[in-house]
């Protein structure tokens, strides 16, 4: 890893603050250093610090709660080796249209990326609230209830974060003493719980001088589960579906019946809700105009039949379908639906030269062919 507040990507003009990465480097690490340097890097949305900083979260699009005032993941500097084992630099003045498909469009989809050059930012105070109590469906739809009818707003006043059914965790780069003011109704509720004596309830405001030290703190209480045998579905939730009273009810019911089909449905506050699109990057555009993130899981066994596992497969299809009805075609490339009935509208960018002319930019192998693979974007006939 490197730091250089005078970066210039080769053969470009403009001088930028940045972080370069090698491939194998992870989140946990990558936070420590940015922390040492005094600087921040877009950050990955979960409680793994073993998240790839350069690797298929990153080419996937890249998500955090720090999205909806930072971007996504994907405006970056890489540096490749490509299918056919030529180095490659791709940045936005070289190897462009390359440099396009890297950013959004699935991790190595269109090369091995060896490095990765991030922009980074002045350190940030981060605003957080948490919200933890015992697993209690009645109290989880009043609090999804509140957060879904304040969402739009919470957005514009610079709010990220994600809620299982027993917590939500907000963070928020952009206020200082407004922050418990723009989230009165959420700590009304909390303070409730709180003089009823709610079992296991936690109730934090507080503030972290920096998001490597709020991050250092999330994953000591927070641990994220890995190595579990899984299948995963996610949805994009569009601001369309916020726009009336009765489309939050619609909302919120479909988000409880989604869980209550598949138990562990994660809602993530992570999309560049209030960041306007470059226009230059390969990630489906509806991250812009979304509000939230939805993935649902459904695990087996170790010693799950074949049978079994493409069953849990069609559960978390089956149980995304509360969301799908209600929703506009969308969804996270690194999370899809094995069953996506939609998968070119729901992953495609439409930007100019987005991935429908996936041919056009997918480099060739020495042979003459190139990669293919079933449910591709633009490729109907892969396999």
Not at 149 to 178: F, H
Not at 226 to 236: C, D, K, Q
Request: with cysteine.
């Amino acid at each position: 890893m490197s730091y250089d507040s005078q970066f210039t990507p080769e053969d470009c003009t403009g001088v930028h603050s940045a972080m370069t990465v090698g491939a194998g480097v992870q989140w946990g690490e990558a936070y420590l250093f940015a922390e040492k340097n005094n600087i921040t890097v877009r950050a990955h949305s979960g409680s793994d610090k073993a998240v790839g900083a350069a690797g298929g979260w990153l080419q996937g699009g890249g998500h955090s709660p720090l999205s909806n005032t930072m971007g996504l993941g994907v405006d970056r500097v890489y540096k490749v080796v490509t299918p056919d084992g030529k180095y490659r630099v791709a940045n936005e003045c070289q190897n462009k249209d390359l440099f396009f498909a890297l950013r959004g469009g699935g991790g190595g989809t269109f090369g091995v990326v060896t490095e990765a050059t991030i922009l980074a930012s002045p350190p940030v105070v981060v605003q957080t609230f948490i919200l933890q109590f015992s697993l209690n469906r009645t109290l989880t739809q009043e609090m999804w209830s509140i957060m879904v009818n304040n969402s739009l707003q919470w957005a514009e006043d610079g709010w990220g974060g994600l809620s299982m059914a027993p917590v939500i965790v907000m963070v928020n780069p952009k206020l200082s003493k407004d922050a418990a003011r723009s989230l009165s109704s959420l700590i009304a509720f909390g303070e409730r719980l709180q003089s009823m004596g709610v079992p296991g309830l936690k109730l934090i405001l507080t503030e972290f001088p920096s998001w490597g030290t709020f991050f250092d703190a999330f994953t000591r209480d927070f641990v994220a589960t890995v190595g579990t045998s899984l299948a995963l579905t996610s949805r994009l939730i569009s601001k369309s579906n916020f726009a009336t009273p009765d489309k939050k009810k619609e909302l919120t019911a479909g988000l409880l019946a989604t869980d209550a089909g598949t138990p562990g449905l994660i809602i993530l506050m992570t999309t560049p809700a209030s960041v306007p699109s470059s226009g230059k990057t390969s990630v489906t555009e509806a991250w812009r105009s979304s509000l939230y993130h939805v993935t649902t899981i459904t695990p087996w066994s170790w010693n799950a039949t074949k049978e079994e596992k493409s069953a849990r497969y069609k559960d978390a299809s089956a149980s995304m379908e509360h969301l799908r009805r209600i929703t506009p075609d969308a969804a996270y490339l690194n999370e899809a639906d094995t069953y996506e009935p939609n998968h070119e509208g729901d992953h495609l960018n439409t930007n100019g030269h987005g991935l429908r002319t996936e041919a056009e930019i997918l480099i060739q192998l020495p042979s003459g062919g190139h990669i293919t693979q079933s449910y591709c974007v633009s490729n109907e006939n892969s396999a």
